[in-house]
């Protein structure tokens, strides 16, 4: 019987040790898996940051280029041309969001209404580079107008000889050269020039001159 019970002790205690080191070897395989899980985790979190940084960069805002034969210039995505209403000698182009025609832009080469009319002058030069460089949208015309009145009359607003329209309240734009007139006498890059008339019309309910200034300020002659 004591024999028996120094075995059993033995085998107890064999077992225990044994219980023991497999207990040990289960926790360290347990943190080793936890520990390449959370290095396996931050590496995706980094690569993905790091693609999403890449398409960040790749992804840059939409443009619309146009050329014609007498200009070119470039709008944001949202805007067309207008091919029902544009001519050999007319170029008309909207910018559409939703469904609706937030901004127009109207360009005529040579062949000028003497019509047009405005209530707000854009001044312009033209660089060496036969660039067009905005100053800022000038003021309703009225008060050059000397009040409101119901026919147009040709004023000068901002250094530029402009036909307003001083009665009307929407946001009538016309371009105009500095010291000259809404009729401007622009240089193309073979050394010839052409007579450009631009109107521009801000639809919304609240107007900003952003949208405009943004296209002119590269718009070039060709």
Request: glycine share 4%; hydrophobic share 35%; proline share 5%.
């Amino acid at each position: 019987m004591k024999y028996s019970q120094k075995l059993n002790y033995r085998r107890r205690k064999r077992y225990l040790r044994l219980a023991w080191s497999l207990t040990v070897l289960v926790l360290i395989a347990l943190v080793a898996g936890l520990i390449y899980l959370y290095y396996q985790s931050a590496k995706e979190d980094q690569n993905n940051n790091a693609t999403s940084g890449q398409t960040t960069k790749y992804l840059a805002p939409s443009v619309r280029v146009f050329d014609t034969p007498y200009f070119h210039f470039q709008t944001n995505d949202t805007w067309a041309e207008i091919p029902a209403e544009t001519t050999a000698n007319k170029f008309v182009y909207r910018s559409i969001r939703a469904g609706l025609v937030e901004h127009e832009l109207v360009i005529y080469v040579d062949q000028i209404p003497s019509n047009l009319v405005g209530n707000r002058v854009l001044p312009v030069s033209q660089d060496s580079g036969h660039k067009l460089s905005p100053i800022t949208v000038s003021e309703h015309c009225i008060k050059a107008a000397g009040g409101s009145k119901a026919m147009p009359v040709e004023v000068v607003v901002e250094q530029v000889k402009m036909p307003c329209k001083s009665d009307t309240t929407n946001y009538a734009v016309l371009l105009g050269r500095i010291n000259g007139s809404t009729v401007m006498d622009l240089t193309r890059p073979d050394g010839s020039k052409k007579n450009y008339t631009i109107t521009y019309a801000d639809l919304r309910s609240l107007y900003d001159p952003t949208e405009l200034i943004q296209i002119i300020d590269g718009f070039q002659t060709r």
